[in-house]
């Protein structure tokens, strides 16, 4: 994927600052510091334009960022991190599953996974929640670079043992160190924007 232009747009937290153009929405959802901002730098293949914080728990809106004028990824504010305090926690839960429940341009779901550990109950109540509203989702497995490769399937296979994964959702591998996965998740990604496209030509 050539990446010819990105803009950050919005940060938005109510859906009236959802932008309104239509674009689909791919959306990255993961427990605080399972490295979002990196994976979503290295997919628009810039620095910094998504803030990575050694502060976890630091993006608390849904981040808008425009790539190519024909897609939006959308940031997630991390999940599970204990110094956000309950009542901000519960409206990061109400803000997302509002969003999961009724953003129709949502397209497709990236549930970011850190390879190393078992997915966290936060990560399996993400990922049924993605199966109850039916949205098309990939599990994408990040620092891959961290552990041995040796040990990639057994750890890709506790992530969907623990998830209890659906079979057809597909698994990437990712680095944003080395850029393993990129392609792929791209690939998976334009599959959504086609989709999407398709759609729309069949509605109007």
């Given amino acids: 994927m050539k990446i010819l232009d990105v803009q950050f747009v919005i940060s938005a937290v109510r859906p009236s600052q959802y932008p309104e153009d239509a674009l689909p929405e791919i959306a990255l959802a993961g427990r605080s510091n399972v490295g979002k901002s990196s994976l979503i730098n290295k997919l628009i293949m810039r620095k910094n334009l998504a803030r990575t914080s050694s502060q976890p728990g630091k993006t608390q809106q849904l981040n808008y960022y425009r790539v190519n004028d024909m897609v939006y990824l959308v940031d997630f504010p991390g999940y599970g991190y204990a110094k956000v305090s309950k009542t901000r926690?519960?409206?990061?839960?109400?803000?997302?599953?509002?969003?999961?429940?009724?953003?129709?341009?949502?397209?497709?779901?990236?549930?970011?996974?850190?390879?190393?550990?078992?997915?966290?109950?936060?990560?399996?109540?993400?990922?049924?929640?993605?199966?109850h509203y039916e949205i098309p989702t990939c599990i994408v497995a990040t620092k891959a670079d961290k552990i041995p490769r040796s040990k990639w399937e057994k750890h890709i296979k506790m992530i969907k043992t623990t998830l209890e994964a659906d079979p057809r959702d597909p698994v990437v591998l990712f680095s944003s160190e080395t850029g393993q996965g990129r392609e792929q998740l791209w690939d998976i990604i334009n599959e959504a924007i086609a989709a999407h496209h398709a759609e729309s030509a069949g509605s109007s």
Wanted: proline letters at 5%; zero cysteines.
């Fill in 89 to 131: 926690r519960e409206q990061f839960g109400e803000m997302i599953e509002t969003y999961l429940r009724e953003r129709e341009p949502l397209k497709l779901q990236l549930l970011v996974i850190d390879i190393r550990h078992e997915p966290s109950k936060d990560d399996v109540l993400m990922y049924h929640w993605l199966k």
